[in-house]
């Protein structure tokens, strides 16, 4: 469900990213009826039973979502970028690559929601 305050926020973003990033936003609410989304850290942030991801809204280049702790995500995917012990990022750098890129980010979205149901 989308909320008031991440519809101000992106109304306000000035950015050339704020295309890929509204898109972003719609895939992700799009992927689990579950997820809902807050503006945490001066950024929309995606919430279940736990921060699941929140954008990187300075990034000019690409569209970046920070999954907090995307290395406990399980599954298969190589979009999810990094080394660090929890975090991981995921980028895209255009509408075309998110419709490239969009299956593997539902299934992201889907498996947080799903691992932290059972657990």
């Known amino acids: 469900m989308k909320n008031p305050d ?3 926020w992106l109304d306000a973003y000035d950015n050339p990213m704020k295309p890929v990033v509204a898109a972003m936003r719609e895939a992700i609410l799009d992927a689990d009826d579950r997820v809902t989304e807050a503006i945490k850290w001066q950024a929309p942030t995606f919430i279940y039973k736990g921060n699941i991801a929140s954008f990187f809204p300075k990034s000019r280049k690409h569209a970046s979502l920070m ?7 399980t599954g298969t995917f190589p979009n ?3 080394d660090g012990k929890e975090a991981r990022s995921f980028k895209v750098a255009d509408l075309q690559d998110l419709e490239n890129k969009r299956d ?3 299934g992201i979205v889907k498996a947080w929601c799903d691992q932290k149901d059972q657990a």
Do not use: P, S
């Open 80 to 82: 999810l970028q990094g």
């Open 104 to 106: 593997e980010l539902t």
């Open 6 to 8: 991440v519809d101000a």
């Open 67 to 73: 999954f907090h702790k995307g290395a406990e995500i």
